[in-house]
């Protein structure tokens, strides 16, 4: 890991939030759709952000 300042560090746990607050809200939508094609796209939206999630996480490893 490359050494990060504080005002970076800062920067990613708050895009990490945000991200993780996308993942919830996404795999709720698709928990709640009856259509089977907004099911699977709220479903690859929350993987996305999963993704994101998992890469600015290992920013910090």
């Given at each position: 890991?490359?050494?990060?300042?504080?005002k970076?560090?800062?920067?990613?746990?708050?895009q990490?939030?945000q991200?993780?607050?996308?993942?919830?809200?996404?795999?709720?939508?698709?928990?709640?759709?009856?259509?089977?094609?907004?099911?699977?796209?709220?479903?690859?939206?929350?993987?996305?952000?999963?993704?994101?999630?998992?890469?600015?996480?290992?920013?910090?490893?």
């Amino acid at each position: 890991m490359a050494n990060l300042s504080s005002k970076e560090l800062t920067g990613i746990e708050e895009q990490l939030g945000q991200e993780e607050v996308l993942v919830k809200k996404y795999k709720m939508y698709a928990q709640m759709s009856t259509d089977p094609q907004l099911k699977t796209k709220c479903e690859q939206i929350a993987a996305k952000h999963q993704n994101h999630y998992t890469k600015l996480l290992n920013q910090l490893s």
